[in-house]
C-alpha cells in the first residue's frame, strides 16, 4: 500500500534527523564537558590563558548561561531540520501527485469488461434486483486492492494487493488463497481473464503489462512482458478474439498491441493532453471509446483499408471522468468524476457523430473516486457508491441499487454471469462478495 510506503520513507527520514539532531547535540555536550575538564585541572598544571579568560567564573553557570546554550542549540539545529523537513515535504509531495494521479489521478481497472446485466429482452431480466453482502465470507485485506477479475465459470478470482496479484480459489462462495504472484514492483491497476485460454493479463504502475499462462503443474507463470509505456497503466481491454490489446496509460498514449508469433505494439495514438483513464470498445469490436483527465472522450475507429485505428472525433466535456462505457454499437455512458448523474451519449445516424443525449442520476456523497474501477455494462463505482443500473425494454436507465461505502477509494468487478459483485474498500480494509439477488 503506497500510504505505507510513505510512512515508511518518512519514518526513515525523521530516524535521519534524529540522528542528525543526536550528533550535534552530542557535538554540544562534549563542548561542555572539554569546558568542565579544564575546570576540574590538575593543579600544578599550566592552563592557557586564553581558556582561563573564556571560562566563566562559577557563579556565571546560571540559568541565563543555560538559556544562551539552549539558543545556540536550537540556532546549530534548526537549519537541519529546516533543510530536512523541506527535502521531507518535496519528496511527499511527488510522492503523494504518483500516488493519487487522479485526485487529480485516479480501480479500479478500468478494463472493459462483459455486461453485468443485459439489455431486458425478457421480461425475467425486467425485475428489480439488488447484490445482498454473504456475511463472513469477507477476507481481509490491508493492503490495496485495485484490481479484482473473476475467470469465466467463477472458480477462480484474481486480485492485485499492492504489487503482487493474489490467486484465489472461489469455491462455496469462499475465497482460498491458492498462489502469490510477485513480477510486478509497484501495485497492479488492471486484470483480465482471457476466455479462450488459460491466460489472464496484468497492468500496473511499473509500465508493464503481463501475460500469464497456466503450466503444467496449474501454477500460473509470466509468459511475456509488453514494455513499451513510460508511466502508469490505467486501463486495458482485450478484443473478443482474445488476438489484440488495448492499453492507456498515464504516458498519455493508447497502445494496440496484435499477436502474431509474440505480442507486439502495432500502433500508438497519442491524441490526449493528459493521463488516459478508461477504454471501452463495441460490440463490433471495430471502436474504441476513451476518456482522460484532459476532458476529452476520443471516439477511434478501425479502417479496413490499411488497418490503422484513427481518431474520427473529440468530444469536449466539461468535467473530466474516470470511467465510460459502450452499451451498444449506438450508445456509450459516461461518468463525470464525483457528479451524482451519468451522461448518455447516442450516435447520429447522419452525421455518424456521437452527442450527449441523456442523463442518470447517480448517488456519489463525495467529489472523489477512483479511476481503477471499471465501468461495467452496468455497474458504476461513483464517490462512495457503487451504482447498479439497469436498462429497461424502453431502453431508459434506472439506478436500481446504490451501495454506500464509507471512503471513496472503493474497487472491485463483477463476475461474467452478473451472479457476484467483489468489493474492497479502504475503511473496511477487506474483501467483500455479494450476491445477486432478483426482487419480486
Not at 485526485?103 to 455486461?115: A, E, F, G, R, S
Not at 451522461?343 to 456523497?365: A, L
Amino acid at each position: 500500500m503506497e500510504s505505507r510506503l510513505i510512512i515508511a520513507q518518512n519514518k526513515n527520514r525523521l530516524e535521519e534527523c534524529i540522528q542528525g539532531v543526536q550528533q550535534e547535540l552530542n557535538l554540544s555536550f562534549s563542548r561542555i564537558d572539554a569546558f568542565l575538564d579544564q575546570l576540574h585541572l590538575v593543579p600544578y598544571l599550566p592552563v592557557a590563558h586564553n581558556i582561563i579568560n573564556d571560562c566563566p567564573n562559577l557563579t556565571q553557570i546560571t540559568l541565563y548561561s543555560i538559556e544562551n546554550f539552549a539558543y545556540q542549540l536550537i540556532q546549530q539545529v534548526e537549519p537541519i531540520l529546516k533543510k530536512t523537513m523541506h527535502k521531507q515535504l518535496q519528496q511527499n509531495q511527488q510522492k503523494f501527485i504518483e500516488i493519487s494521479q487522479s485526485d487529480k489521478n485516479t480501480k479500479d481497472n478500468n478494463q472493459q469488461l462483459h455486461p453485468i446485466i443485459q439489455d431486458n429482452q425478457n421480461q425475467s431480466n425486467s425485475n428489480p434486483f439488488s447484490y445482498n453482502l454473504i456475511q463472513n465470507n469477507s477476507i481481509q485485506q490491508r493492503e490495496w486492492c485495485k484490481a479484482i477479475a473473476f475467470n469465466k465459470d467463477n472458480s477462480i478470482v484474481l486480485a492485485g494487493c499492492g504489487h503482487n496479484i493474489n490467486v484465489f480459489e472461489f469455491k462455496q462462495e469462499y475465497l482460498k488463497l491458492i498462489q502469490l504472484l510477485s513480477e510486478h514492483n509497484n501495485f497492479v491497476t488492471t486484470l483480465n481473464f482471457m476466455k479462450k485460454s488459460t491466460q489472464f493479463i496484468s497492468g500496473s504502475a511499473d509500465k508493464q503489462i503481463i501475460i500469464w499462462s497456466m503450466d503444467l503443474h496449474s501454477q500460473w507463470i509470466c509468459q511475456y512482458k509488453l514494455i513499451e509505456h513510460s508511466n502508469y497503466i490505467n486501463c486495458l481491454i482485450l478484443n473478443n478474439n482474445e488476438d489484440q490489446i488495448i492499453s492507456g496509460s498515464s504516458d498519455m498514449t493508447i497502445k494496440f498491441w496484435i499477436k502474431q508469433n509474440q505480442w507486439t505494439c502495432s500502433q500508438t495514438i497519442k491524441d490526449h493532453m493528459h493521463y488516459i483513464v478508461g477504454l471501452s470498445l463495441n460490440e463490433k469490436q471495430d471502436r474504441v471509446i476513451s476518456c482522460g483527465i484532459d476532458r476529452l472522450i476520443l471516439i477511434i475507429e478501425h479502417q479496413q483499408k490499411d488497418q490503422k485505428w484513427i481518431v474520427i472525433q473529440r468530444i469536449s466535456v466539461e468535467h473530466h471522468g474516470y470511467q465510460l462505457c459502450f452499451i451498444n454499437d449506438n450508445v456509450f455512458t459516461f461518468q463525470p468524476k464525483g457528479k451524482e448523474y451519468m451522461f448518455v451519449y447516442e450516435i447520429n445516424i447522419k452525421n455518424k457523430q456521437y452527442s450527449q443525449t441523456n442523463q442518470i442520476d447517480v448517488k456519489s456523497h463525495s467529489d472523489s473516486c477512483q479511476y481503477w474501477f471499471a465501468q461495467q455494462y452496468l455497474n458504476r463505482n461513483n464517490g462512495k457508491n457503487v451504482n447498479l443500473i439497469r436498462r429497461n425494454q424502453n431502453g431508459h436507465f434506472i439506478t436500481q441499487q446504490s451501495i454506500q461505502f464509507e471512503n471513496y477509494n472503493i474497487f472491485g468487478s463483477v463476475s461474467e454471469d452478473g451472479e457476484y459483485l467483489m468489493t474492497w474498500d479502504e475503511k473496511s480494509e477487506k474483501i467483500q462478495i455479494r450476491r445477486y439477488s432478483q426482487l419480486l
